[in-house]
């Protein structure tokens, strides 16, 4: 079994990066399609401005995936839990191979 076996990422999201902000609103890039582990469970986390928010996903995806805070991610894409909220807070895992690395994203 790799790392790579949909046994560790069994999900997939839709991941809109933050691309910018400035005068005229937030901007986005295109969906991308991330494979994922989805949790969804209430979490108290600090947000970029270090205010206390409540998470309701937190979301594990490949290091490679560099998702930025801002971002927009659609869980549980194409079903009936299907919901798209912001990243409000990422934590980086990395590990000593053979072990993977990946990120942990905290959703409002």
């Known amino acids: 079994m790799s790392w790579a076996d949909p046994f560790w990422f069994p999900h997939v999201v839709e991941v809109e990066d ?15 399609n991330v494979n ?9 986390v600090r947000g970029p401005d270090g205010q206390e928010v409540v998470s309701n996903s937190r979301v594990t995806v490949p290091l490679e995936a560099e998702v930025p805070v801002g971002s927009k991610v659609t869980v549980w894409p194409g079903g009936s839990a299907e919901r798209q909220a912001k990243v409000v807070r990422v934590g980086r ?7 993977p690395s990946h990120l942990v994203l905290y959703l409002t």
């Open 18 to 32: 933050l691309t910018g902000s400035g005068g005229m609103g937030q901007k986005w890039g295109a969906k991308r």
């Open 36 to 44: 994922a582990e989805v949790i969804d469970e209430r979490t108290i």
């Open 93 to 99: 895992d990395e590990n000593v191979p053979p072990l």
